[in-house]
């Protein structure tokens, strides 16, 4: 009889173990996949300022002349 019981919390504890863990990867994908954007916003950004930059400089260089 406790052997029965005793596979049976085991076998619950094992489930909700695996549940738990799937939660926790699922969890983490997330986390990653918004790093992933937070890193190709920041990238943008900064590609925006560079070319705002670049522009402000050939205008001081270059008076007159227009980037595309």
């Keep these: 009889m406790f052997s029965d019981a ?3 919390n085991q076998l619950k504890t094992e489930i909700i173990d695996t549940i738990i863990g799937y939660d926790d990867r ?3 994908k997330n986390r990653q ?3 992933k954007r937070i890193l190709v916003a ?7 300022h560079e070319k705002k ?3 402000e400089n050939l205008d001081d260089y270059w008076p007159g002349l ?3």
């Design 26 to 28: 699922a969890k983490n």
């Design 42 to 48: 920041r990238r943008a950004i900064e590609k925006h």
């Design 33 to 35: 996949l918004l790093s």
């Design 53 to 55: 930059e670049l522009n």
């Design 66 to 68: 227009e980037a595309e």
């Design 6 to 8: 005793n596979k049976n």
